[in-house]
């Protein structure tokens, strides 16, 4: 028996070395929420459990609603359709701040493509306090002009010259 007990113990060594323990840890199975989030989880599971419940209690609370008269705070003013729909002067502002920055950003179109093929020179007309007919000159003797003889530069312009763009307000 001595040796069957040594064969035994022999035996046992070598296979618990490959084999996992025999004791097994209970795995945790705890979740960590906030109190709120756990309170939204049970109130979800009891409406399932009890869904008739439910509808009948939601039921109830439209059928309140619906008897109560709504009524409007005083002073309340709703805004019209009107407002929410384009205007002529909504595309007129649309239109001034496009040939603003194309003044801005790009002098040679901005006379050629709205002032002197248009007639519409608002942008400079006010930047520079000219008539029409002065910017449509400036434009034709100065902007796009190939000449290299000297021309009469608005006294506005000479007061922004050297600033950046987006520093120059039209």
């Not at 028996?1 to 705890?30: C, G, H, N, Q, W």
């Not at 002032?115 to 910017?135: I, P, R, Y």
Request: charged share 35%; hydrophobic share 35%.
């Amino acid at each position: 028996m001595y040796l069957k007990d040594f064969l035994l113990a022999a035996v046992m060594a070598t296979t618990s070395s490959f084999a996992p323990p025999l004791t097994t840890s209970r795995i945790s199975s705890e979740l960590h929420l906030e109190n709120h989030i756990a309170d939204m989880i049970d109130n979800e599971m009891e409406r399932l459990r009890n869904i008739g419940l439910w509808r009948e209690k939601e039921a109830e609370k439209r059928k309140k609603w619906s008897e109560i008269e709504p009524t409007m705070p005083k002073g309340f003013d709703f805004n019209s359709v009107n407002d929410f729909q384009t205007t002529s002067d909504a595309s007129k502002k649309i239109q001034m701040r496009k040939d603003r920055r194309m003044a801005r950003d790009d002098p040679m179109r901005y006379c050629a493509d709205r002032c002197v093929s248009t007639g519409n020179c608002q942008v400079w007309e006010d930047m520079f306090d000219l008539s029409a007919k002065q910017v449509r000159e400036f434009c034709e003797e100065c902007v796009l002009s190939e000449d290299e003889e000297p021309c009469d530069v608005p006294e506005k312009f000479l007061d922004d010259a050297g600033k950046n763009s987006w520093e120059l307000r039209p």
